[in-house]
């Protein structure tokens, strides 16, 4: 496992394939193999922030990257590429609010099931204590 600092010293970008624009992660606070935390900062360039906030695609995209951190963060420890993976379903979506602009957004991921390359995840953002999405996914990693 990973502390706290060490997790702050790991750049986002060597864990996750996105790449700017399209990074929605600003750095991981938590990590414990089957969950982890991450933040993002929304500021006034990002690609998903519409009129009335940062938008439902860029919440699902917020929480497959954070999904994406934590296969990142295995190959790191076992000295691996990370490995490109996909969203392959979405289900169970609730949205309660979009984010504005100009804050920072808190997202949890607990792996629920791991099947061959198959993991399913649930997902739920925050703005302070507020839950602004929630969902399941399934991530299919190319082996």
């Given at each position: ?5 060490e ?11 996105q790449?700017?624009?399209?990074v ?25 922030l519409?009129?009335n ?21 295995e190959?790191?420890?076992?000295g ?17 609010e979009l ?12 792996i ?32």
């Amino acid at each position: 496992m990973f502390s706290a600092q060490e997790l702050e010293n790991i750049p986002v970008h060597t864990l996750i394939p996105q790449r700017e624009p399209i990074v929605m992660i600003s750095r991981v606070t938590a990590y414990s193999g089957k969950q982890i935390r991450t933040e993002l900062d929304i500021d006034e360039e990002n690609i998903f922030l519409g009129k009335n906030g940062f938008s439902e695609s860029g919440m699902l995209e917020n929480i497959a990257q954070t999904a994406a951190a934590i296969v990142g963060l295995e190959a790191l420890s076992a000295g691996k590429e990370v490995p490109l993976g996909f969203i392959g379903g979405i289900t169970k979506v609730k949205v309660y609010e979009l984010a504005p602009a100009l804050c920072t957004v808190h997202t949890q991921v607990e792996i629920l099931h791991e099947i061959f390359n198959i993991t399913l995840i649930k997902g739920k953002q925050f703005h302070l204590e507020n839950l602004l999405l929630e969902c399941e996914m399934k991530i299919v990693i190319n082996p």
